[in-house]
């Protein structure tokens, strides 16, 4: 049963991740103190301490928070598999997938990943895993499906699944690591960049 | 003409970089000083300060001298204009790209530069232009120059560059962004996923 200590623990607990997450996106994690979460946070330094009992195990929350929201994408993947119209519904994920990853606050997140990979390889590499392979292996396992239907015709559907997914994300990504929150893509030229990704795709992968 | 003077002034500015960039890449940019650089380089701190005014003019150079070896591969995309086997060329390029940008130095470079993209907006922009860029502008010119000459058919060759440039290289710089140096992947391995990005590559934009 969630009694009312719980819901007000959990509403700290989210304001402190919050806190912490803009704070580490704009001054770098060491850069960032844990005084400066509780007062962003506008809570006690012993109730941050009571909740993440160091800073590391907050940076580990909030990407482990970041890569839970790749479920629901999974489950788009998923449905894929059983398609009608294999070139509309690939397009509609690829624009989706786009979307989904090309957000600020995403990208973000992995430049302060990658800038932390080296202090925190366990971190990095469990992100990785739960991310970035886990939406690879559900793109795989779609395309193996498609593949047994007889809609695309492959040998290898992992690398199929990195060509899919670079095809699409690749180029507006690069740029955001470089050049951090890049507005210069419109969602016209994020969906153009999805649809161009299919056309390649498909042109080297459709059965037909 | 190249004095005695100007060739050890030249020999301690190469050690100061070098000394630099290794202390980079292992503690990170703010945790190295100058201190340290001169005493891995073997030279006094008044040494390093004459040639370089201080630690963001050294990374700003060390950047620099990074995107300075782009100009031999951009040498070989031009070769590839004339080629009489675009199959095989293409192949070849492939196979040199990847090896060219799949190295743990420039790997690391590429890390440490995306952790301080923040901070010096300016020497990661510069990069960007001089060396991604500069590499995805080259292709672009060959691909519409092979479609002038009837061997490609695209209509947006700075989309199809990205295309083969993506296709060839994101799945192993992904991962190294993450996990740093990655011996996973063999250089067998490499080729493979060069040739397999040619082969999706030519299927969707070969005239053939």
């Given at each position: 049963m969630q009694t009312p200590e719980d819901g007000r623990t959990a509403r700290k607990r989210r304001a402190i991740m919050e806190a912490a997450t803009e704070l580490f996106l704009r001054k770098g994690y060491p850069g960032t103190s844990m005084d400066e979460i509780a007062a962003t946070a506008a809570v006690s330094k012993q109730t941050v301490y009571k909740q993440f009992k160091d800073k590391e195990t907050l940076f580990g929350a909030i990407i482990l928070n970041a890569s839970s929201k790749v479920g629901l994408f999974v489950d788009a993947v998923d449905a894929l598999?059983?398609?009608?119209?294999l070139d509309q519904d690939l397009t509609g994920l690829a624009r989706r997938y786009i979307t989904t990853v090309i957000r600020p606050e995403g990208l973000q997140l992995r430049r302060l990943l990658i800038a932390e990979a080296d202090r925190f390889p366990e971190v990095a590499a469990d992100y990785y895993r739960r991310a970035p392979e886990r939406t690879i292996a559900a793109l795989a396992a779609c395309f193996q499906r498609l593949a047994a239907r007889g809609l695309l015709r492959l040998d290898d559907p992992a690398l199929a699944a990195g060509h899919f997914a670079w095809l699409v994300l690749a180029t507006p990504m690069d740029r955001a690591m470089f050049f951090?929150?890049?507005?210069?893509?419109?969602p016209a030229e994020l969906e153009r960049l999805a649809d161009e990704g299919v056309r390649v795709f498909l042109a080297a992968y459709s059965a037909r």
């Open positions: 598999r059983d398609t009608d119209d951090g929150h890049d507005d210069t893509q419109t």
